[in-house]
């Protein structure tokens, strides 16, 4: 990845239209449930989402691996999917970015009232 890839978020899209595009060969229940899944890892991406690309690489080649087996997406996912999210990013209490913002917000609200008080 060069710079200008980095800065535009080229490689993003190109790897999402990539997701996208094997998402599309997958049967329907499986096209809903990493619907689903992708709704619930957004909670998890940074800034810029690159820290999701992995997890949601991983997550579709499971759902290819495990159609093409012919499993049910329910023996795959159970009927948790946010839960199997968590796991994905990090298990339960993983930080989402309304964890860091709060906690950005209280440090700048702390350093402000150490400032009127000091």
Same mark, same amino acid.
């Given at each position: 990845?060069?710079?200008?890839?980095?800065?535009?978020?080229?490689?993003?899209?190109?790897?999402?239209?990539?997701?996208?595009?094997? $998402?599309?060969?997958?049967?329907?229940?499986?096209?809903?449930?990493?619907?689903? /899944?992708? @709704?619930?890892?957004?909670?998890? #991406? !940074?800034?810029?989402?690159?820290?999701?690309?992995?997890?949601?690489?991983?997550?579709?080649?499971?759902?290819?691996?495990? $159609?093409?087996?012919?499993?049910?997406?329910?023996?795959?996912?159970?009927?948790? /999917?946010? @839960?199997?999210?968590?796991?994905? #990013? !990090?298990?339960?209490?993983?930080?989402?970015?309304?964890?860091?913002?709060?906690?950005?917000?209280?440090?700048?609200?702390?350093?402000?009232?150490?400032?009127?008080?000091?």
């Amino acid at each position: 990845m060069n710079f200008w890839e980095t800065v535009t978020g080229s490689d993003i899209t190109r790897e999402w239209k990539a997701f996208e595009a094997r $998402a599309e060969t997958l049967p329907a229940d499986y096209r809903a449930a990493w619907e689903e /899944i992708k @709704g619930h890892l957004f909670p998890y #991406a !940074g800034f810029t989402g690159r820290n999701l690309m992995p997890i949601l690489d991983n997550a579709l080649g499971l759902l290819e691996e495990t $159609a093409s087996d012919g499993q049910s997406i329910h023996e795959v996912l159970g009927d948790d /999917i946010g @839960g199997f999210c968590a796991a994905l #990013a !990090g298990g339960e209490g993983a930080r989402t970015y309304r964890d860091r913002w709060r906690d950005q917000l209280n440090r700048n609200v702390a350093r402000k009232l150490a400032r009127l008080g000091g």
